[in-house]
């Protein structure tokens, strides 16, 4: 994605995924339930020489 300069973006319906994304830099954007289950939205943006995490 980083390469592409694309904004990453997923869905998960497991909340120890939130924790697993975040530390790749991605972040919650909205919750909802789909089909009456819980969902985390999340996404990253492209990381550059000055926003780059390990």
């Known amino acids: 994605m980083d390469t ?3 904004v990453a973006y997923l869905e998960t319906d ?3 995924n ?3 994304y975040k530390r790749f830099g ?3 954007i909205a919750e ?3 089909i ?3 969902n985390w939205f999340m ?3 492209v990381k550059t020489e000055v926003n780059a995490q390990p």
């Open 32 to 34: 909802d339930k789909v």
């Open 36 to 38: 009456d289950v819980p």
């Open 43 to 45: 996404k990253r943006e």
């Open 18 to 20: 939130v924790e697993f």
């Open 4 to 6: 592409d300069r694309s």
């Open 26 to 28: 991605f972040r919650v």
């Open 14 to 16: 497991k909340p120890q």
